[in-house]
């Protein structure tokens, strides 16, 4: 089941709940091109995978350039080596994807940083799959900028997790360590 609801924490805002427009499709149950819209969702993430290979397709086209695909990389996909497709993709994608398998598997922070720091991306970067609440302050620290939790997920406790920490002790794509007063 997906949440109808996500957490969006840009990077020089605050958290907020917000309308999630995405469904993430996984193209495994369904033979040919992007599924139907089910459940209110008018956008579609596709997985990179399959985003390789249909990316050139009269309906695939007719759809991004109504900003209504974008892709998710799956934990074990190597970024770097389609970096000429995903240089490609930036400018087409208003939101990417990283998915979380199983939520021990922390593979997906660093798609989000890669994304960030080496390929300049700037558009929205979604944890999606097996995301927990114990997720979001890292995730947020290394690029995610939007959260689509496990539909078991409270949201309210989740927001609480933001404001959790007033020091941050490292450097992070949302900016420099906090100076501490000596």
Same mark, same amino acid.
């Given at each position: ?6 957490? !969006?924490?840009? *990077? ?13 499709w ?21 997985p990179?995978?399959?985003?390789i ?37 930036q ?24 994304? *960030? ?17 114990d997720?979001?302050l ?15 997920q409270?949201?309210d ?5 933001f ?10 794509? *949302?900016?420099k !360590? ?5």
């Open positions: 089941m997906m949440n109808t609801q996500i957490i !969006r924490f840009p *990077r020089n805002g605050q958290p907020t709940v917000a309308s999630n427009e995405w469904q993430v996984d193209s495994e149950r369904d033979e040919g091109g992007i599924p139907d819209l089910e459940h209110g969702f008018s956008k579609v993430l596709a990179f995978h399959w985003w290979t249909h990316h050139q397709n009269a309906d695939v086209i007719e759809r991004i350039n109504k900003g209504e695909i974008g892709v998710w990389f799956a934990a074990d996909d190597d970024i770097l080596k389609h970096a000429d497709l995903i240089e490609a993709g400018k087409l994608w208003p939101v990417v994807g990283a998915h979380f398998p199983i939520f021990r598997d922390g593979r997906s922070f660093s798609t989000a940083a890669l994304l *960030r720091d080496r390929f300049g991306f700037d558009q929205e970067i979604r944890a999606v799959g097996d995301v927990l609440i997720q979001l890292q995730g947020a620290r290394c690029g995610f900028d939007a959260f689509e939790l496990r539909s078991d409270n949201l406790v989740a927001m609480k997790q404001d959790l920490f007033s020091v941050t002790t490292q450097n992070s794509w *949302r900016g !360590r906090s100076l501490l007063e000596v």
